[in-house]
C-alpha cells in the first residue's frame, strides 16, 4: 500500500518563501514520476510541479516557474517543493502525488495515488 504524507504548510506573508515535503512509503518510489498539485478555495484542483522518476526532468506551471522548485530524494523516498516569492494567490492546499509513469508529467490521469494535503497559507 502506498502511502504520501505532505507537510511543511503553513502561513506565511506574501514575499516569503516556505519549503513543503511529501515522505512515499511506496517499495517502487524510484521507478515513478512525483508531482505536486494545489487547489484553492471554490476552484478546481491544478498542476503545480513534477519531476521525473531520477530528477533529472522537471516540468512546471506557468504560473509558479522561477519561483516555485520541485527536487526528490530517492533514497530518502521524499519530495520537497521549494515555494518562493510567495503571492496571495498561491493559498491553497498542495497535493502530492505519484505517477502511473516513469517521466514528469503534468496529467493528473498519470498519477494514481495522493496525499492527503498541506494547506499553504499566503497573507497580504
Known amino acids: 500500500q502506498v502511502q504520501l504524507v505532505e507537510s511543511g504548510g503553513g502561513l506565511v506573508q506574501a514575499g516569503g518563501s516556505l519549503r513543503i515535503s511529501c515522505a512515499a512509503s511506496?517499495?517502487?518510489?524510484?521507478?515513478?514520476?512525483m508531482g505536486w498539485f494545489r487547489q484553492a478555495p471554490g476552484k478546481e484542483r491544478e498542476f503545480v510541479a513534477a519531476i521525473d522518476f531520477s530528477g533529472g526532468s522537471t516540468t512546471y506551471a506557468d504560473s509558479v516557474k522561477e519561483r516555485f522548485t520541485i527536487s526528490r530524494d530517492n533514497a530518502k523516498k521524499t519530495v520537497l517543493l521549494q515555494i518562493n516569492s510567495l503571492k496571495p494567490e498561491d493559498t491553497a492546499i498542495y497535493y502530492c502525488a505519484m505517477g502511473l509513469v516513469s517521466w514528469a508529467t503534468s496529467s493528473e490521469r498519470n498519477y494514481n495515488y495522493w496525499g492527503q494535503g498541506t494547506q499553504v497559507t499566503v497573507s497580504s
Open positions: 511506496a517499495r517502487t518510489f524510484n521507478n515513478y514520476a
